[in-house]
């Protein structure tokens, strides 16, 4: 299996700040990781597929990079309605993968 | 405007049985795969299974496999997890969401919509 590690594990934050968060993949997956935002008792939603494309609908302040095993999400300028968690997702092989989320809350 | 709402939930003791429904709106519902993922509460999210559009393909993680099985109705827009020999670490809030693809025999493997989720506990 396709282990995710994500840091930090939280992050605190003011608003109008840059944030990156980290996810690693135990071996290389190409381009096959995804981003998602969850807030508290919502369902999580897309923000990034393909490791830097922007799903539909969601604020150009969201972007990612990265190939192989190294991924970043980057904030450009937190808001307010940003602080939730975050988790990425490898779709490379099955069983499929989650990390384990960054909590990102306001400073 | 794409809606998936499971429902089904609830509380069942430990091997026993449950079937969650997920019933799909505002799309062609057939034309494409569709997954399963659940969320134990305070927990992150773990992959449970998936389903091609015409509903051949079924897959499933290994620590639901065996003891729940994926189906479809394309013809009422609703996709099914029925869940048996149920155990405590299955709790979850349990959703259901859909894979991009319009193709839906070839499943990328991520997912555009998610359902609000149904919380199963399986507790005596």
């Known amino acids: 299996d396709i282990q995710m590690t994500q840091s930090p594990s939280s992050l605190s934050a003011f608003v109008g700040d840059r944030v990156t968060i980290t996810c690693r993949a135990s071996?290389?997956?190409?381009?096959?990781l995804n981003w998602y935002q969850q807030k508290p008792g919502k369902a999580p939603s897309l923000l990034i597929y393909a490791a830097s494309s922007l799903q539909s609908g969601v604020p150009s302040r969201f972007s990612g990079s990265g190939s192989g095993t190294d991924f970043t999400l980057t904030i450009s300028s937190l808001q307010p309605e940003d602080f939730a968690t975050y988790y990425c997702q490898q779709s490379y092989s099955t069983p499929i993968t989650f990390g384990q989320g960054t909590r990102l809350e306001i400073k | 405007e794409v809606q998936l709402v499971e429902s089904g939930g609830g509380l069942v003791q430990p091997g026993g049985s449950l079937r969650l429904s997920c019933a799909a709106s505002?799309?062609?519902?057939?034309?494409?795969?569709m997954h399963w993922v659940r969320q134990a509460p305070g927990k992150g999210l773990e992959y449970v299974s998936a389903i091609s559009s015409n509903g051949g393909s079924p897959y499933y993680a290994n620590s639901v496999k065996g003891r729940f099985t994926v189906s479809r109705d394309n013809s009422k827009n609703i996709l099914y997890l029925q869940m048996g020999s149920l155990r405590p670490d299955d709790t979850a809030v349990y959703y259901c969401?859909?894979?991009?693809?319009?193709?839906?025999?070839?499943?990328?493997?991520?997912?555009?919509?998610w359902g609000q989720g149904t919380l199963v506990t399986v507790s005596s």
């Open positions: 969401a859909r894979d991009p693809n319009p193709g839906g025999q070839y499943r990328l493997y991520y997912f555009d919509y």
């Open positions: 071996q290389s997956i190409s381009s096959y």
């Open positions: 505002g799309f062609t519902f057939s034309g494409y795969a």
